[in-house]
């Protein structure tokens, strides 16, 4: 079963604007990550938040964290068409050396 | 980009035939992984292998097997391919730090059609 479940499953929204995708998980975790998929392509690793953390930033990504409601969510802020992908949070249970997907949101951004 | 590189990209075959799907890296990473993507799935992982000879299941193994003789080889067989085996098939990389974890680098995908 999957771990994680992405919220929502598609958006589409207009250039310019800010993009939130949410993910909800089941059991304790050692850390969060989440990557982008292209069209036809493998997925690329966008950011990792540990269980300690709350938030994270990196460029136009913000990255929260709470473990308490076991969520994550993913803001992407002024978007871009070339932001156009789906996107996956994945997380690693404590103890494992392995990552489980949720099934992703795709994002569409509209010129 | 990490260096991954799986083989065959794509590949038809008829039920029952075997199938072995091979990914290579250069990158010497410790950790490998086999996923496949389907629609409504997401990512569901196969099989991993931790080093050399070193594997062990994942959530949906059933059907599958795996070898690692040399760090930068991992092979997924599909024994006797059925149609429900019908996939996109990633590969992914990773120094896994214990606790800390680990990015996974991917592969560009297998596309597996089984008629």
């Known amino acids: 079963s999957q771990q994680g479940e992405e919220d929502p499953q598609a958006l589409s929204i207009q250039e310019g604007e800010n993009a939130t995708m949410n993910c909800s998980y089941k059991?304790?975790?050692?850390?969060l990550q989440w990557y982008r998929q292209n069209s036809g392509r493998g997925l690329v690793h966008l950011i990792l938040?540990?269980?300690?953390?709350r938030e994270k930033h990196s460029g136009r990504l913000r990255v929260t964290l709470d473990t308490s409601k076991k969520s994550s969510s993913l803001l992407i802020t002024a978007s871009r068409a070339a932001d156009t992908a789906s996107y996956f949070c994945?997380?690693?249970?404590?103890?494992?050396?392995?990552?489980?997907f949720g099934q992703g949101t795709r994002l569409t951004i509209n010129p | 980009d990490a260096g991954i590189t799986q083989s065959p990209r794509h590949k038809v075959t008829e039920t029952g035939t075997p199938v072995t799907l091979r990914c290579h890296q250069t990158?010497?990473?410790?950790?490998m992984y086999w996923y496949r993507q389907d629609p409504g799935h997401g990512l569901r992982l196969i099989h991993y292998?931790?080093?050399?000879?070193?594997?062990d299941k994942g959530e949906v193994s059933d059907g599958y097997s795996v070898s690692r003789s040399k760090t930068e080889d991992f092979l997924l067989t599909l024994e006797s391919a059925t149609s429900s085996q019908t996939s996109v098939y990633f590969c992914?990389?990773?120094?896994?730090?214990?606790?800390?974890?680990?990015?996974?680098?991917f592969g560009e995908g297998s596309r597996l059609t089984v008629l």
């Open positions: 994945a997380t690693s249970d404590q103890g494992a050396q392995k990552l489980v």
């Open positions: 059991t304790s975790i050692n850390n």
């Open positions: 938040i540990r269980s300690n953390e």
């Open positions: 990158e010497n990473h410790r950790y």
């Open positions: 292998s931790y080093g050399v000879k070193d594997t």
């Open positions: 992914a990389i990773s120094e896994w730090q214990g606790a800390q974890g680990g990015e996974l680098f």
